[in-house]
């Protein structure tokens, strides 16, 4: 192919192949194994098992924001849904263990579904007002309904003993639960790299880029979105529901608007536009946090720093900083 | 005689203000229809109630004389009505090639090869759509709605903005898709040059009223119209 001539630098594409995705994947689901070696401590295991739920949350919300151009400061109403609703499903043995799980993804899936049906057209500040509605009031229950999970006290519980007949007592082993939340985080991003490529996902970014023309080519623009939605919530309620899992515990903070807010930070941080960004600003600022030690009081401040150095001096996150050095290295 | 669309006493209000009274207009297969008036004449709205972007408006749409007046934008694209639109109206991020293709996909996968290759588009292909220049960017904007060979093309000033030598570049080529694919067009322009040099037959808007219609000379000669709108022109 011939390149106009002009002053622009030839766009050499370098467009991956799935065969290539899917050996990154193994090699990462491989790596996994070796996490529980890496850490030096059980405590310092524990809080990667923390940041890979971090990571979880902040790429369901990233995904959001790069496939449907939608900011939310709600997404931990997934997060939580999915949570509470295997903790209390388990909590009261109202259903089978496996059924639990299958709700505790199948709700919060489904409530995305019909809110992305409904607010596929609210864009903006209005779009994100809504989005932190749904999660405070999600939130307001949790804390005052105090027979439904104990309230603001938040609720323990015992795992049941098997779950698909695999016994589940490793579920809260931080060994175990940092291969499981990796392997599942590796899962989730090689799922949503495939949907982004697949001919919806496609459709999806069309519509997020210029709606009214999407229309006029002749694609209905509310089921793509609603999908992208339903997508995002199912990443965040399985983050949610391992947690919840881990821990052997839900609390209302689980729906927090804090924590909805800390997932788009992380995802900002790390990249929004790239699938794999959020994931590595949940993890990155997730150690800084743990860096900061002593200095933790002054956590928000930090947040706050990092923040406004990354939107002035790296607009596209970590990972797209990454991109820009490694595209100049390329041109030589 | 086949009609490929037509709009019967087609209106449009904005509040009390009313942007297209009562308008009748009915194009030929394969005519290309000039769609001329003044600035605020209703030009682009009545592409806009054509196309089934504006909403609730009065009247009937007739695509091959089924009533499409109640179907979404996206069902009468399937149907083989494609438009353009006055300001560039593209997908920003996506690639040429990546935003023809999908744009195929609406209409059972039509060839986009074509489409590059009419519209010389073919080198641009991996860029994204915010990149290239203006009058490529025009250019793709007609691109998107050619995919899939629709059979009535609603064309919103797709020349506002080119130089003299690139409107008549492109009227070229809509002529000759019009004579070769058999397509059926509404152009709104504002070049006479452009005008007359391509279409069969001029329909001449003027506050939202059907001013007078006819072929070229027709329309040349109307006293009305010199005195609306032509006559401004010198
Ligand atoms: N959304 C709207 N709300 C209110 N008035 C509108 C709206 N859209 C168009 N109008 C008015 O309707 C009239 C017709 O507008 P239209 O855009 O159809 O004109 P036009 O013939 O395309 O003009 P131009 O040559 O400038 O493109 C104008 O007076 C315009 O101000
Ligand atoms: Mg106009």
């Given amino acids: 192919m011939t390149v106009a001539a002009g002053d622009v630098a030839p766009r050499v594409k370098t ?32 809080l990667m098992a923390q940041s890979l739920f971090d990571a979880l949350l902040a790429t369901s919300v990233g995904f959001l924001v790069r496939q449907n151009g939608r900011v939310s400061f709600g997404q931990a109403a997934f997060f939580g849904l999915g949570g509470y609703v295997f903790a209390i499903l388990v909590a ?14 199948a709700v919060p899936t489904l409530v995305a579904f019909l809110f992305g049906l409904v607010v596929a057209r609210v864009t903006g500040v209005a779009h994100a007002m809504l989005t932190l509605a749904i999660g405070q009031a999600l939130y307001e229950i949790a804390f005052r309904w105090r027979e439904l999970a104990k309230g603001d006290d938040g609720m323990s519980f015992d795992l049941p003993a098997r779950l698909f007949g695999l016994p589940t007592r490793g579920l ?4 175990v639960m940092v291969v499981l939340a990796w392997s599942i985080l590796v899962v989730a991003l090689l799922g949503l790299k495939l949907f982004s490529q697949s001919r919806t996902g496609q459709i999806a970014a069309a519509i997020r880029d210029n709606e009214e023309r999407a229309r006029f080519i002749g694609f209905s623009t509310t089921l793509p979105r609603a999908l992208v939605y339903a997508i995002a919530a199912l990443i965040a309620a399985i983050a949610g529901t391992l947690q919840a899992t881990y821990n052997g515990y839900i609390a209302p903070q689980m729906f927090h608007w804090s924590l909805s807010g800390a997932a788009l930070v992380m995802a900002i941080v790390g990249g929004a536009k790239f699938i794999v960004g959020p994931a590595i600003g949940a993890i990155v600022l997730f150690y800084i946090k743990d ?6 009081e002054y956590w928000p401040a930090i947040v706050g720093t990092v923040l406004v150095v990354v939107t002035l001096v790296m607009p596209e996150g970590i990972v797209g900083l990454i991109k820009r050095i490694g595209g100049l290295g390329q041109r030589r | 005689m086949t009609l490929a669309i037509q709009g019967i006493g087609l209106t449009r209000r904005f509040g009390g203000f ?3 009274d009562n308008v009748d207009i009915a194009i030929r297969q394969g005519e290309i229809r000039g769609l001329i008036g003044p600035n605020g004449a209703g030009k682009s709205t009545l592409i806009d109630v054509l196309s089934g972007r504006a909403r609730n408006p009065g009247g009937q749409v007739l695509l091959n004389g089924v009533d499409v007046s109640r179907l979404t934008p996206q069902q009468r694209r399937k149907r083989g009505m494609a438009r353009s639109f006055q300001r560039t109206n593209i997908f920003p991020e996506l690639s040429v090639e990546q935003q023809l293709r999908i744009a195929s996909w609406a209409v059972e996968d039509a060839d986009t090869d074509e489409v590059m290759d009419e519209l010389d588009l073919r080198a641009l292909a991996d860029r994204p759509a915010a990149e290239i220049s203006y009058g490529d960017q025009r250019r793709l904007d007609l691109a998107l709605a050619l995919v899939g060979r629709p ?25 000759d898709l019009a004579n070769r694919w058999g397509v059926t067009v509404l152009l709104v322009e504002h070049d006479m040059q452009v005008v007359f040099s ?37």
């Fill in chain 2, 18 to 20: 009313t942007a297209l």
């Fill in chain 2, 151 to 175: 059979r009535v093309l609603l064309l919103d000033e797709p020349a506002a903005g080119l130089t003299m030598e690139e409107s008549l570049d492109l009227a070229r080529i809509l002529r």
């Fill in chain 1, 15 to 46: 467009r991956r192949g799935t065969p290539l995705l899917l050996v990154l994947g193994v090699a990462a689901l491989v790596a996994g194994f070796t996490l529980p070696w890496i850490a030096p401590s059980k405590v310092a295991m524990s």
């Fill in chain 1, 172 to 175: 809260q082993d931080p060994a």
């Fill in chain 1, 291 to 296: 860096l900061a030690g002593q200095f933790a």
């Fill in chain 1, 92 to 105: 009261r043995s109202l259903v089978t263990p496996e059924v639990a799980l299958v709700l505790a993804l």
């Fill in chain 2, 198 to 234: 391509i279409c069969d037959q001029i329909t001449v808007l003027h506050l939202g009223r059907s001013l007078s219609e006819g072929s070229c000379a027709e329309v040349r000669a109307n006293p009305t119209v010199i005195a609306a709108y032509l006559g401004t022109e010198a």
